[in-house]
């Protein structure tokens, strides 16, 4: 399969690569590797979890199709903002890249 988020109609869980949602079992949709949305909000974290590096920003996007995903953001972004879906090789996690245009 495709690196990218399989995203579940029923429940909205969102994971890496899944056929099926781990959480409820409903099927899932599937979001390319690269797929480009636009920030609908986004917040910075500033007191996280022991051994998780802080700041960081979390970002709800927006994409074509009506689904609105949450994840990390691997740079400073606005409302508005395009942002591409990034799978990290190394685990099973994904994150929103923002675009070269909207890079700070």
């Not at 899944?18 to 974290?45: K, P």
């Amino acid at each position: 399969m495709t690196a990218g988020v399989s995203v579940c109609e029923r429940c909205g869980t969102a994971d890496v690569d899944q056929q099926c949602c781990l959480a409820c079992g409903a099927e899932t949709r599937f979001v390319a590797e690269g797929a480009a949305g636009t920030v609908y909000s986004w917040t910075t974290v500033h007191r996280g979890m022991p051994g998780v590096a802080v700041p960081y920003t979390l970002a709800y996007a927006d994409f074509d199709d009506g689904l609105r995903l949450f994840a990390r953001v691997d740079s400073v972004v606005a409302v508005g903002d395009a942002v591409r879906v990034t799978a990290d090789g190394t685990a099973d996690v994904f994150h929103f890249a923002a675009t070269e245009v909207n890079a700070r």
